[in-house]
């Protein structure tokens, strides 16, 4: 009887051990199938990014979405002959514009704007190594704020986020006094400057 004890027990752990195995297995495939339904069922990016018929320019329209600053990147290292981007956007994911900015920056890519330009596409258009408007041409500006039904409320602070785009509108050699009047603006409603006081502050580089 003794001598069958250690046997058996050596059996059971094996076989516990299997089953744990089994386990982790079904684990595994589970956990692949549920990444895999996430990554099919996630949208595309919502916007259009793409170089223009001429192959003068590229050209930004829609949501700053996330996307962008890879697309950005490998459309720059696709034609670096190009060296304009021209926008057309209502805003959008503040990172990723702070990303586009990088790219702008690396590349000295120029921004333009034909139409609107707001919000997290007005970061991006500060990001152009040279910057110019069409007559028509609007850019809307506004403050950081989150509402409390948020669902990253209390997580991000919104002044520290104003203050890392300020530095990239200081960096860009726009003019304090319109750098701090930026700092303070309300969430709404937009603000809409003038192609003057744009040029006089240097957020517009090219009459």
């Not at 997290?120 to 258009?125: D, P, S, V």
């Amino acid at each position: 009887m003794d001598d069958k004890a250690p046997i058996d027990v050596i059996v059971l752990r094996g076989l516990l051990a299997m089953a744990l195995a089994g386990l982790a297995l079904v684990g595994i495939g589970m956990a692949m199938t549920d990444s895999t339904r996430v990554l099919r069922t996630m949208p595309p990016p919502d916007y259009a990014l793409g170089l223009s018929e001429d192959g003068t320019s590229f050209h930004f329209s829609g949501l700053v979405d996330f996307g962008l600053t890879r697309d950005l990147r490998a459309l720059a290292a696709a034609h670096p002959q190009v060296k304009r981007l021209v926008l057309d956007s209502h805003g959008g994911y503040i990172a990723e514009a702070r990303g586009a900015v990088t790219v702008l920056q690396a590349e000295g890519i120029a921004t333009h704007v034909e139409g609107h330009c707001a919000s997290a596409c007005a970061l991006i258009f500060a990001g152009g190594a040279a910057r110019s408007l069409a007559p028509e041409a609007r850019i809307g500006l506004h403050g950081y704020a989150l509402r409390p039904g948020n669902m990253y409320f209390g997580m991000i602070d919104p002044r520290a986020e104003m203050a890392r785009d300020m530095a990239i509108y200081r960096a860009q050699k726009v003019a304090e006094p319109f750098v701090r009047k930026l700092s303070i603006l309300p969430q709404a409603p937009m603000w809409y400057p003038a192609h003057e006081e744009l040029r006089a502050a240097g957020f517009v580089t090219i009459p």
